[in-house]
């Protein structure tokens, strides 16, 4: 595809920030060539600055699960910036996001906003560690929370694209609180946990990893670590920012039926805006200041625009009883045609997929971990990217990144994804 103006966006953008983004994935580096620059979006659709438009299945990385400028949402960001875009003061619209999330999370009694997930999982560890007055956590190799320090050790997402799991810039005292253990190794968790309990204030844990690729959760898995942590008096914290409103209105705990202690949120909770959330229980949410001496703060924290685009999201999805049912169809649609296609293809692809969550790894071998999804073909998987993106169709810029499908994707549309993807699969 002609890029020329999108060529000179990124010339210009590349002497401003470093890496010419603002998030690390996005300059496609993992993938090669300059990235795509958007200058619109609607329904299923990126259009680029060049006027090319693309199926979008990265879909602004989750939260856009009913399409690109859903008219609801529009109209509702319409309403409420009439009334100012910040106040710095309790608004009502803070309310009514916080009273939808405790509808639809049980688990979650007491919620507080913020305006991005890596604020949210930094915050409830922060909480975690003051109520258990223990100061190491566990986190799960490839699991990605966001960039604060304590996170970024084996981390997924953007630093095993890049092959940085473990940042520069973490004092070395901060990366000795983390501990990590390989996803669903139930065994490798009960050691840790037995040996070191006294230590561990937390686990947080993403409850279908997406950010080494969608890797779902074996059996027990999810049930261990409730049953280890509550024995032990560990917070288990379910990072729900992608899955939260994704795997069922009450996120991968409701779809699971397991209830943490706290729960992190974001993505679809802001509409496409910068929104996150950290919630759960209440002797643990009761320590958060001002009803508590845990410091936590932000100026935009419940920004009156940003609730607004969560609400209408949430509404919308909550006035249809089959959207989770139609939006997994679809997804079931495209995966399945994607696996007939590679079958026929002759190709050995390995898809995991729930929901309307899917990331097609390029091995034959089942991905259940960070480790089984290295063995993914990653050169394979650039060159399936700029097939797709060729044809028009946008994926991660990433094999460690989850695809979302959203209700603005049509059958038609899927079927011409699984068409391209079909000529792509038999040239790799
Ligand atoms: N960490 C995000 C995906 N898991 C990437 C966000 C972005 O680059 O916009």
Known sequence: MDRPHSRNYFKKAKALMPGGVNSPVRAFKAVGDDPIVVTRAKGNRLYDADGNSYIDYCMSWGPMILGHGNIKVLNALRKAIRGGTSFGTLCPNEIKLAELILDTYPSIELVRMVSSGTEATMSAVRAARAFTKRDKIVKFEGGYHGHSDQFLIKAGSGLTTLGTPSSPGVPEAFAATTLTLPYNAIPAAQKLITGKYKEIAAIIVEPVAGNIGVVLPENGFLEALREL?????IVLIFDEV???FRISLSGAQGFMDIKPDMTTLGKIIGGGLPVGAYGGRKDIMQLISPEGPVYQA???????IAMAA???TIK???????FYKDLEKKTDHLVYGLKDAARLAGL???INSIASMFTPFFTDKPVRDLESAMTSDTKKYARFFHFMFEKGVYLPPSQFEAHFVSMAHTAHDID???KYAYEAFKKL
């Open 229 to 233: 942590t509550g024995k032990h008096g």
């Open 242 to 244: 992608i899955t939260g």
């Open 298 to 304: 932000g100026t935009l924290s419940g920004n009156p």
């Open 310 to 312: 969560g609400i209408a």
């Open 316 to 322: 919308e999805i909550e006035s249809k009883p089959l």
């Open 348 to 350: 050995g692809i390995t």
């Open 416 to 418: 011409r994804t699984i």
